[in-house]
C-alpha cells in the first residue's frame, strides 16, 4: 500500500468502486471511517482528494468519473435516512429479538444494507447477516422468513412507492447471507467485498459472537484493519426461552428437518409481540410504514 497523500488517494479510489457497486456516493466523513487499508482523518482526505481530477465532489458527497449518477440520489437517500432511520432501526431491533428469542440457534442477528449504512429511503427492505449454529442453517432461515412475515402482514396496507412486494404482501424483511460458525472461522471467501460486507454489517443480537468472529479472520486486516478495532453491544440480552419453537422444526438431534406443524409453534398468531418487550411493539405499532 502506497503511502502519503499518494496512498490515500488509491485506497480512495479502490473503496469508492467497493460502494459504487454497492449503488451509493458516501460523504468525506464515512470515506475516511471506511477506507480500504485502513481510516485517515476526514482532513486529511479532503486534501488528498483536493488535487487528483478524478473525484467528482458534490454537497459533501464523493464519486468517481462515470459514478456521478449517484450523488443526488445519494443526497437524497441521506436525507430522508435522517427522517426514517430511526422507525426502520426499531422494527430491526424488534425483528433481532424474536428470532432470537424463538430460535437460539442464531447466534448473531447483524443489520445490514442502507439501515446500517445511513442510506435508507422509504421502499427499502431491513437486510440482516446471520451466524447460526452448525447443522441449523436451514431451519434459521426458514425461521427468519416466517418471523419477517409478521412484519410483512403489520404493514400490507402500506402505499410507498419503491417498496418491494411478494405477490401477496410487501416485502419488509430481507435475509441476506446466512452463516453457520464453522463455516465462519475463518470464511473461505477472502477478498474486499466479503470484508466490505462484514464491514457494513451492526450486530442487534451475539455482538460477541460477531467480535469473535471477526478476531478469528485475521485476512480482514488487509482489507479494513479498522473493523478489527470495533465494538458493539447488544440491543437485547435474552436467553434460550424460544429454545422449543426451534427444536420442534430441527428435530432434537439437529441432523433432521422434521417440519411437524403439531409442535413447531410457528404461525402468524404466535408471532404476535411477546408480553416480555411490551415497550418494543407499542414503539414498533406507532412506527415505519402505517398498517
Known sequence: ME?????????????LHLMHDWGYAPTLP??????????????????????????????????????????????????????????ARA???????KLAFLCPYVQCVALSG?????????GDDIDFDLIVQPGTKYVCYLAA??????????????KVTGLQRTPFLP?????????TEDQSRPFLRQ???????????QPLVGADIFGDVLASNAWLSEFFPQLLRRSWLDSWRGGAAGSRVCSGILGKDHGRAGFST????????SLTPSSKFPGKATHLRGSGWNS
Not at 403439531?262 to 398468531?269: I, R, T
Open 262 to 269: 403439531g409442535h413447531a409453534g410457528f404461525s402468524l398468531g
Open 171 to 179: 416485502k419488509i424483511i430481507c435475509i441476506n447471507v446466512v452463516w
Open 145 to 158: 422468513n416466517l418471523i419477517g412475515l409478521r412484519y410483512s402482514w403489520r404493514f400490507r396496507k402500506a
Open 91 to 97: 422494527i430491526a431491533e424488534s425483528f433481532a429479538e
Open 191 to 201: 477478498d474486499a467485498g466479503m470484508a466490505f460486507e462484514l464491514l457494513r454489517c
Open 30 to 87: 464515512v470515506l475516511a471511517r471506511d477506507l480500504l487499508g485502513g481510516e485517515v482523518s476526514t482532513d486529511s482526505l479532503e486534501e488528498a482528494l483536493r488535487s487528483p481530477q478524478e473525484f467528482q465532489l458534490k454537497d459533501g458527497l464523493v464519486a468517481l468519473p462515470g459514478y456521478e449518477f449517484l450523488l443526488d440520489p445519494s443526497k437524497r437517500r441521506q436525507t430522508s435516512n435522517r427522517i426514517l432511520n430511526g422507525r
Open 114 to 122: 442502507s439501515v446500517a449504512s445511513g442510506g435508507y429511503r422509504p
Open 3 to 15: 503511502s502519503g497523500t499518494a496512498g490515500i488517494v488509491a485506497q480512495a479510489r479502490e473503496t
